[in-house]
Structure formats: C-alpha cells, structure tokens
C-alpha cells in the first residue's frame, strides 16, 4: 500500500516547485520537447538545482522528457540540466536507448505510445525489442501533435500484459495519460502499475496547481 512511485510532468516555475517540496514525490520531470510546457536547459539547470530543498522523503529523481532527440543535443541537455533519467517519447530504436545509456549514464524510461482507445488498443513500438536496455517502461496516450501530454486516457484494459512485460524483465511500469486526482487511485486499485506520471490533470488553465498536485500525491500514497 502506498508505494506506487509519482512522477509530476512539465514542471516550469520555481515557486510551484518550491510549494511542493514537503509532498513525497519521486520524480519531477521537464519537457524538452516541442510543448506548451517547454523548458530551456538553463531554466530546467534552475529548476533542477531546486531539488535539493526537497524535504521529504527523498530527493525526486529528475526526468527529461524528448520526443525523437539528436544524441548530441541530448548530451549537452542532460549536462547543464543535471538530469538522472531521460524519458523517449518518440519512436527511438534499442540502439538509441543503449547509446544513451553509455555515454550518457542516465536512466531511459521508454514510452510506448497507445494508439486507440479501444480494448485492441495497439502500441507505437514493439516494447520486446527493448528488453535488457530501458530502465522503465510508460504507457502514454498516443498524441498526434506532440507525441504526449494529451490529458486523455487510453483503454486500462491493455496495462496488464505490459505490467506483466516490465515486471519479468525486472524494470517498472509507469502509467501516465489523462490522470487525475478523481481517477489515479482506481488505476492503482485496479491495474497496480509501478508509477503514474501526470502533467494536464495538476494544471488549471494550462498551468500547475499546487493543490491538485498535493491532491494527487496523496491520492497515489492513500491508495
Ligand atoms: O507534457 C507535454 O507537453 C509533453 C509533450 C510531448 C511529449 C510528452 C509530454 N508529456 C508527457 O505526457 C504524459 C502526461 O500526460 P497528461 O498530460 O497527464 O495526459 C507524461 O508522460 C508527460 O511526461
């Protein structure tokens, strides 16, 4: 009870992140990626540097979140901005995922994108392929525009085979698209992924609320 991981996406202001360093969340994550809730290295460095006021119970690991990066550019983001973990959101092959394992040392969350929202709902990728290379594997609502951050669910039904996937292959399964603090503790009950990643559902026209963040921790922890 209360162990699923937290991760809260597209954070950009200091004074939200500020606000939130006595909730226990274990991931903080900055998109890089084209999105209303880009961030620039420099102001990711600043945002990252924050983490470690955090008070309780640990410090959040900090994730970047890119959709089909250049290598390079990934290098040098990872540097200024101190990240621990890169989120793929895009279509990055094994080889990708490998390549920035090695030379960069951080952790790769691969995200399968789901396609439909029908029980057949299919996925952008073929997640065997990355078995032994990622560190964790997301589920997401497939996004026509951006690749992610949709704020709508995809069908739960589809979570189990790959919850199933990632446990035997000894890495955890995350859970994002759509959550909210009404719906997150019905996907643990029901599903028990490892982590949920949430961005819209903490956002109140279209930036985050500190008390639907709060909200939602708590509902993950409770539940
Ligand atoms: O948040 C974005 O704008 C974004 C853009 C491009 C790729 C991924 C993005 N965010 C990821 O989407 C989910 C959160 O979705 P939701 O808004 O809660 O439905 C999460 O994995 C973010 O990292």
């Known amino acids: ?7 809260i996406c597209g954070l950009q202001d200091v004074e939200v992140l500020k606000s939130m360093v006595n909730l226990p969340v274990d991931y903080i994550g900055f998109v890089f990626a084209p999105s209303r809730r880009r961030v620039t ?42 990240l621990d973990v890169v989120q793929l959101h895009g279509q990055e092959s094994p080889q990708f995922c490998r390549e920035v394992k090695e030379r960069l040392g ?15 709902s299919e996925a952008s990728i073929n997640h065997e392929l990355y078995a032994g290379v990622i560190d964790g594997l997301l589920l997401d609502t497939f996004d026509p525009v951006y690749g992610g951050g949709s704020g709508s669910t995809f069908a739960w039904e589809g979570i189990p085979a790959y ?8 890495i955890p399964l995350f859970v994002a698209g759509g959550l909210l603090p009404s719906n997150v503790a019905e996907l643990i009950d029901k599903y028990s992924p490892d982590g949920v990643d949430v961005s819209s559902g903490v956002e109140s026209d279209g930036v985050k609320d500190i008390d639907k963040i709060a909200a939602f921790v708590g509902r993950v922890k409770q539940a």
């Open 41 to 82: 290295p420099e102001q990711a460095a600043l945002l990252s540097a924050q983490l470690k006021a955090w008070k309780t119970p640990e410090i959040p690991q900090s994730v970047g979140v890119f959709v089909n990066p250049e290598l390079e550019e990934l290098a040098a983001i990872v540097e200024e901005a101190q």
């Open 106 to 120: 951080t952790r790769v969350f691969k995200v399968l994108s789901v396609q439909s929202l029908n029980e057949n």
């Open 163 to 170: 919850r199933d996937w990632a446990r035997n292959h000894g």
């Open 1 to 7: 009870m209360g162990d699923t991981a937290v991760k």
